[in-house]
C-alpha cells in the first residue's frame, strides 16, 4: 500500500515541475512586477505599490473588463449552440464517417489566429469580400465592407472557437446512452423534447465545461479584436498587449494581466459553484 501511495507521488513529479516551470513563475514574476514602483534610472523597481491596480479602477479599464467578459460569454453561448447540435448528430454517423468530420476539425485546428483574423478581413472587405459579391447578385446597389465591427469580431472568435467545443463535447454526445433517448420515443416524446428533455440534461456537465474552456480561450484572443474591431472593440487582453509592447509599462500591463487572471478564475469559481448548487 505505501509502496502505490508513493509511486503516485512520483508520477505527480514531472507534471508539477511543469506546472511550475511554464505557469507559477511566470505568474510570480507578474504578480510582483504589478506591484513595482516607478523608477528615474530604470523602467520600474520591486516593491510593494497598488498605483497600477489604482490606475484599473477608472470606468475605462472596467469598462473594458465587463465588455470583455460580456464578448466572451456571448461567443460561448453562440459556439455552444452551433458546435452541440452539430456534434450531436455527428455521434449519430457511422465510425468512417465521424473519423472523416473529425479530421476536417482538427484540420481548421492547425490555423493560427493570425490567419483567421486576416482572411475574415479579406472576406469582409468591400473590394474582394461579401460585399462584392451582394453587389453582383443585384441584392447591393454598391459593396461594402463589413469590417471593423463588432459583428466581425464576434463572427471571426466564434468561427475560431466552434472547433474546440465540437472536441469538447463529443467524448459526453458519444458516450451517451442511447437507451435513454429510445425510452423517451417509446413513451412518446418527439424527437425535439427528447432533445431538451434528455439530452441536453444527461449532457450539462460536458456543456457547462465547453462553454467556460471557450470563455477563457476567447478571453485570451488578441489578434481578432485588434485587426478586425474598432477600439471600442478591443478586450483587456488587446489593452494588456498595447501596454506591454507600444507604451513599455510592463508594471501596468501586468497589473492588467493579473485583473484578466482573477477574472477568468472568478467565473471558473462561480460556474463550478453553480453547477454544484444544482447537483446538490
Known sequence: MRNSSLSRYVALIPSSVMIGVFFAIPFALILMVSVSSPADDADFRLGFDLQHFQRFATWFYIERALFSAGLCALIAAISMAIAFPFTYFLTTFKRRAQDLWLIYILAQLSLSEVLIAFSWQILL??????????????????????????????????????????L?????????????????????????????????????????????????????????????????????????????????????????????????ASVIALVSWLGRRAEA
Open 125 to 166: 472587405s468591400r473590394t474582394s469580400g461579401v460585399g462584392n459579391i451582394l453587389e453582383m447578385l443585384g441584392i447591393v446597389e454598391r459593396s461594402f465592407s463589413m469590417a471593423p465591427s463588432a459583428g466581425a469580431v464576434i463572427a471571426a472568435l466564434v468561427y475560431l472557437t466552434v472547433p474546440f467545443s465540437v
Open 168 to 264: 469538447l463535447l463529443f467524448p459526453a454526445l458519444s458516450r451517451m446512452d442511447r437507451s435513454l433517448l429510445e425510452a423517451a420515443r417509446t413513451l412518446g416524446a418527439s424527437p425535439v423534447r427528447t432533445f431538451f428533455t434528455v439530452v441536453i440534461p444527461v449532457t450539462r456537465p460536458a456543456i457547462i465545461s465547453g462553454a467556460v474552456t471557450v470563455f477563457v480561450l476567447t478571453l485570451g484572443a488578441i489578434i481578432v479584436p485588434q485587426v478586425l474591431g474598432r477600439p471600442q472593440h478591443w478586450t483587456l487582453s488587446v489593452l494588456i498587449t498595447d501596454q506591454a509592447i507600444f507604451n513599455f509599462n510592463m508594471p501596468f500591463a501586468s497589473a492588467l494581466a493579473v485583473v484578466l487572471l482573477a477574472l477568468s
